[in-house]
Nanobody, 113 residues
Framework: QVQLVESGGGLVQPGGSLRLTCAASGSIFRFYSMGWFRQAPGKQREWVASITNNDLTNYTTAVKGRFTISRDNAKNTLYLRMNNLKPEDTAVYYC???????WGKGTLVTVSS
C-alpha cells in the first residue's frame, strides 16, 4: 500500500521561503502524476500544483511564479519550493497521487510576522 509523508513546513515571515517534501513508499510513484494541495483554516482543500510523470507542471494562479513543483523518481520524492510567501499561503499542505484517494497527514505552513 502506498503511503505519503509530507514534511518541511514551519513558521516563516512574509517574503520568506520553504521547501516541502513528500516521501512516497512503494514502486508506483514514477508512473503517476503528483500534486500538492492545501487547506487553510475554515476553508476547503484546494489544488496548488501538479506535475506529470514526464515533468510537465501546472499551478494555480495564486502561486504561479512563486512556487515550483518538482520530483525525483529515483528517490520517490515530490517537492514544493515556495518563495515570496504571503500570509494567505498559510495552510496545511498535502501531497497526493492524482486520481487516487491517498493522502498524507500534511505539513503546516504558517506565514506570519
Amino acid at each position: 500500500q502506498v503511503q505519503l509523508v509530507e514534511s518541511g513546513g514551519g513558521l516563516v515571515q512574509p517574503g520568506g521561503s520553504l521547501r516541502l517534501t513528500c516521501a512516497a513508499s512503494g514502486s508506483i510513484f514514477r508512473f503517476y502524476s503528483m500534486g500538492w494541495f492545501r487547506q487553510a483554516p475554515g476553508k476547503q482543500r484546494e489544488w496548488v500544483a501538479s506535475i506529470t510523470n514526464n515533468d510537465l507542471t501546472n499551478y494555480t494562479t495564486a502561486v504561479k511564479g512563486r512556487f515550483t513543483i518538482s520530483r525525483d523518481n529515483a528517490k520517490n520524492t515530490l517537492y514544493l519550493r515556495m518563495n515570496n510567501l504571503k500570509p494567505e499561503d498559510t495552510a496545511v499542505y498535502y501531497c497526493n497521487i492524482l486520481g487516487m484517494a491517498i493522502w498524507g497527514k500534511g505539513t503546516l505552513v504558517t506565514v506570519s510576522s
